[in-house]
């Protein structure tokens, strides 16, 4: 593993009563690479992410941040909103949770309240509309026009986002994750529910988002045309561990990645293994 | 499109018809048995005395009777409920037209109201009232309608803003400008006190909280006699004065400035364009709050708290500031009830006042200012209407209220109006509006 990592989780454990859903799990997000989290359902991969968002504490282990001026910070010592507006790590939701009845360019302002709320003096200078409030709220629009116009919603801007279609829906999610000019944006099954031609321009959405705005990503999904398209990485889990860890080419040829996914107990493996001539 | 209507087809309509009706018709005759049919008294002795009163409870049932033949005749007609209906593009424009120029109409209609009315003391005071109530409603509008927190005990912080008014004036003598922001500031200050607490409430245990708030504010100022007077309440509240220059009949007062006849009519009409300015500050400060990122925030929060803390929202100090804000609008409509009335008492600040006033919100239609002003306009000034209906006047109201949910679920203007667009702005549909979950 290169230096160069934004994001190191060591050891990340993360029990609900007697049930552990994260057991002992490490694993490193590279700078500027997509990294997919992938594993059976139920592996435990939503869990990891509501760790690493703020949205559990968990049990033990460390998440180190590390910025690219150097700042390092300890996720797991902030928590809730303080993980977006510090630590400047972004998520979208497996289940879409826009703001439905606000229209998508209101969505896309909302999500820059951070910087706004300052440009607005705590609403003080905002109120007597001073020239540097208004000079900082026409940025924020030319931001979500921007962000608009490359997930091509831009003509739908004063739609209001529960109107829009469920694959632009997405989309919007993912423009407005971005809209907090985060360092890592974390994506929980971005390609649910799209159909082919959708998920193939989320793919390229997403590794635009890369290339162009230097963005780390770390990203579950289920959609393996997808994982095997972007990712540079695959961190594979099953039963709260992590089993497998590599390129997607490797990870693909993983007996024991195979085994995950077909549902195969530890003593029949060799059996498979030989099937598959591995 | 009609379909063309057969005998036979509508004689199984009659049949349904008249089905219907009679059910209700029985339901009513359960309901009203005892209800209406038999009257029971203590008779001198102390015993029952009952009688029955069966000609009444047959003309209830068969005005039900009636009634649901009516309503479902009238049903068919309007066709069943969702169905776009064809308006005539004209009459559509001139409805668009006529919505666009309502709030301009209201509002020059509310500024010469002191003009037209100024020798009808009952008017000018029903318009303070309602105007008060406007104010109320607007203010709680920021609390309910944009950040979705159900708050009940609104009244309290319409307490604290008159009794700080009350006693700032009367034991300090501060005069009403200072005392003004000073109630607004400690109404803010007690808006905050109970945010705190209830942070981490939701939906109807919230509402409860702060209904036990708004009791406990009333019960402190009860019981609390040495500063607040108790039951007693507070008397001799001086009255506003214009910049210094009271309303009076004496030598320094503004008639004989001016070199005019004094009239008392000259303080009312004062009072009206006070409460008329304070409503109308509070309405200009909403509307711009809704469109700086902290009014985008509540309205976020009311839509979906988690992705707010994913979009690195503080929902803690989010939430405070509604409260606050709200508040704030509270206290200085309590320091204007206070010096408008030289008198006030814990019976004006008791649970109803709180259900008045978000019943006005909720009317209104949760979010939009205009619908806010329309059904304070409504609930009060309608209400003062129908005295002469003396003891149905409930009744009358009542009815009005559910026919109103049942037109407008949402309120009078349920859609809301985007903060910020780029070529259009479009209505967004109540459908889509979340209520909030507290």
Redesign the interface.
């Known amino acids: 593993m290169s230096g160069d990592s934004i994001l190191d989780v060591d050891g990340l454990t993360m029990r609900f009563g007697g049930i552990v859903a994260v057991n002992d799990l490490s694993f490193g997000v590279e700078r500027r690479q997509i990294t997919a989290l992938i594993g059976p359902n139920g592996a435990g991969k939503t869990t990891v992410f509501n760790c690493i968002t703020g949205f559990y504490k968990p049990t033990s282990g460390t998440m180190r941040l590390a910025h690219e001026n150097g700042a390092q910070i300890r996720l797991e010592r902030l928590n809730d909103f303080r993980i977006s507006k510090q630590a400047k790590v972004a998520r979208t939701f497996q289940n879409i949770r826009l703001f439905p009845g606000m229209t998508a360019l209101e969505n896309l302002m909302v999500a820059q309240h951070n910087a706004l709320m300052r440009a607005s003096g705590l609403t003080f200078l905002g109120l007597i509309g001073a020239p540097s409030w208004r000079a900082a709220e026409k940025r924020a629009i030319e931001l979500a026009k921007f962000w608009l116009d490359r997930i091509g919603l831009l003509d739908r801007a004063d739609d209001a986002a529960g109107n829009l279609a469920y694959g632009d829906q997405r989309r919007l999610e993912i423009a407005r994750a971005m809209c907090t000019e985060p360092v890592l944006l974390c994506l929980d099954e971005p390609a649910a529910g799209l159909n082919g031609r959708e998920s193939a321009a989320l793919s390229e959405l997403l590794l635009s988002i890369r290339t162009d705005q230097g963005t780390s990503i770390l990203l579950i999904e289920h959609d393996m045309s997808v994982v095997m398209e972007i990712s540079d990485r695959v961190v594979v889990m099953d039963y709260g561990v992590k089993i497998a860890e590599g390129s997607p080419r490797d990870v693909r040829d993983d007996p024991k990645v195979i085994a995950a996914y077909l549902g195969v107990e530890d003593q029949e493996l060799a059996g498979v293994e030989q099937e598959l001539g591995l | 499109m009609t379909k063309p209507t057969t005998p036979a087809s509508r004689v199984s309509g009659a049949a349904f018809i008249f089905k219907k009706a009679a059910i209700s018709a029985l339901v009513a005759l359960v309901l009203f048995s005892l209800m209406i049919g038999i009257r029971t008294e203590a008779g001198p002795t102390g015993q029952l005395i009952y009688w029955t009163r069966f000609d009444d409870l047959a003309s209830v049932v068969a005005i039900v009777f009636g009634g649901s033949i009516v309503v479902e005749l009238l049903r068919r007609w309007w066709g069943p409920l969702g169905t776009p209906r064809l308006v005539p593009r004209q009459l559509q424009s001139s409805l668009a037209l006529a919505r666009k120029l309502l709030a301009p109409a209201l509002l020059i209609f509310a500024l010469l109201v002191p003009v037209i009315f100024y020798n009808q003391r009952y008017i000018l005071d029903l318009g303070i009232l309602v105007l008060t109530y406007v104010m109320l409603g607007w203010g709680l509008n920021v609390v309910v309608g944009l950040a979705g927190l159900l708050d009940l005990g609104y009244v309290a912080f319409y307490a604290v803003g008159a009794y700080s008014y009350a006693l700032l004036a009367t034991h300090f003598g501060l005069s009403f400008w200072v005392c003004l922001p000073l109630a607004g500031i400690l109404a803010a200050f007690w808006g905050m006190l109970l945010g705190f607490p209830v942070l981490r409430l939701r939906g109807d245990y919230l509402a409860i909280v702060t209904l036990a708030f708004g009791e406990i504010i009333r019960l402190v100022i009860v019981n609390w006699e040495s500063l607040t007077g108790g039951p007693n309440g507070v008397s001799g509240i001086p009255r506003p004065t214009l910049f210094g220059i009271p309303l009076t009949p004496a030598d320094d007062g503004l008639a004989a400035r001016l070199g005019i006849e004094f009239s008392p009519t000259h303080r009312i009409v004062f009072l009206f364009y006070l409460i008329l300015a304070l409503a109308l500050l509070t309405n200009w ?1 909403t509307i ?2 809704r469109r ?3 009014g ?2 509540w ?2 929060l009311r ?2 708290e ?10 803690t100090t989010t939430k405070l ?1 509604a409260f606050a804000t709200g508040a704030m609008f509270g206290g200085f409509a309590g320091a204007f009830f206070a010096t408008r009335q030289g008198f006030i008492s814990p019976e004006s600040f008791t649970f109803q006042e709180s259900a008045l006033v978000l019943a006005i919100v909720v009317l209104g239609g949760m979010g939009s200012q205009l619908g806010v002003a329309l059904a304070a306009l409504i609930m009060i000034g309608g209400f003062e209407l129908f005295r002469d209906l003396e003891q149905y006047r409930m009744l009358v109201f009542g009815i009005a209220m559910v026919l109103l949910m049942i037109w407008r679920p949402r309120g009078l203007i349920g859609h ?1 109006a ?9 209505a ?2 109540s459908d ?3 209520e909030g979950h507290g």
Request: proline fraction near 5%.
């Open positions: 400060v711009r709050l700086l990122p902290i985008r925030a309205e976020a839509e979906d988690v992705a707010c803390r994913a979009l690195g929202i503080n929902i500031t809301r985007p903060t910020v667009y780029l070529r259009q702005s479009q967004i549909s889509l509006v979340k």
